[in-house]
């Protein structure tokens, strides 16, 4: 008997996700990006609270502009978005779907209580959808 295809965030999100903290250089978290292979990373404190988002994106031009100058690249703290769309385990994948179709990120953090507990991704979004269609 085929596994039931799952329909909620909880049961497709990465539980041990990179997350990074404020005071994480950009070098750091750009290491950090290309090893998970995410094109950005929630930002917590030091209780595992989400306080913000940064992306490859917010920190290529900073990382650019540093180089030419030969100094050193700033903190994650001083380019990171403090507005981050965050969704709840509980979420919909179909309904993450349809806000995903818009220009929206390709990470979600996932919290409760606003507690960091995962990320989804578009393509975990993706597979879902395929396996639900095939179940």
């Not at 950005?40 to 306080?51: M, N």
């Not at 979004?125 to 179940?135: C, D, F, Q």
Request: contains cysteine.
């Amino acid at each position: 008997m085929p596994s039931k295809a799952p329909t909620i965030v909880r049961e497709i999100m990465s539980r041990d996700c990179y997350r990074v903290t404020g005071k994480t250089s950009v070098s750091t978290l750009a290491e950090g990006l290309a090893l998970h292979r995410l094109p950005g990373a929630p930002v917590v404190d030091e209780h595992d609270k989400l306080i913000g988002f940064i992306s490859e994106q917010d920190v290529l031009g900073k990382v650019l502009e540093s180089s030419y100058l030969n100094e050193e690249p700033p903190l994650v703290r001083e380019l990171m978005r403090n507005e981050v769309l965050a969704v709840s385990p509980t979420k919909s994948i179909t309904d993450l779907a349809q806000e995903m179709l818009g220009a929206k990120p390709k990470v979600y953090p996932v919290t409760e209580q606003g507690h960091l507990v995962g990320i989804v991704t578009r393509r975990d979004v993706l597979s879902a959808i395929l396996r639900m269609r095939h179940s």
